[in-house]
């Protein structure tokens, strides 16, 4: 069974930096397109970043556009999100999640079976 687990959140000022995580505790990620999303109080879920399965093409919100970066290490079984440049607008609880169908990765949310619990993210001085 699929479970996915984030991690890497924190509090970090703004420009910094945070590095994400997701993994399956049940398997491997290498034949799931994954997406990023992220949930702000107040506001609809968005996402953010995705990687597909099939060639691990990757595609990006603008609003984080060469800022963001998501990478696979399939040796480790995870899946990243690099964060750089961070803005207090990226303030959220960020979700990984998985679909194994999917070959070539979307950034909206419906096409996702698996999701993780949630890592909070806070941009603030």
């Known amino acids: 069974q699929v479970q996915l687990v984030e991690s890497g959140g924190g509090l970090v000022q703004p420009g910094g930096s945070l590095r994400l995580s997701c993994r399956d505790s049940g398997g491997a990620l290498d034949n799931y397109a994954i997406g990023w999303f992220r949930k702000a109080p107040g506001s609809d879920r968005e996402g953010v970043a995705c990687?597909?399965?099939?060639?691990?093409?990757?595609w990006y919100a603008d609003s984080v556009k060469g800022r963001f970066t998501v990478a696979r290490d399939n040796a480790k079984n995870m899946v990243y999100l690099e964060m750089n440049s961070l803005k207090p607008e990226d303030t959220a609880v960020y979700y990984c999640?998985?679909?194994?169908?999917?070959?070539?990765?979307?950034?909206?949310?419906?096409?996702?079976?698996?999701w993780g619990q949630g890592t909070q993210v806070t941009v603030d001085s």
């Open positions: 990687i597909s399965s099939s060639d691990d093409s990757t």
């Open positions: 999640a998985g679909e194994r169908v999917l070959t070539r990765c979307v950034l909206f949310s419906d096409p996702y079976d698996y």
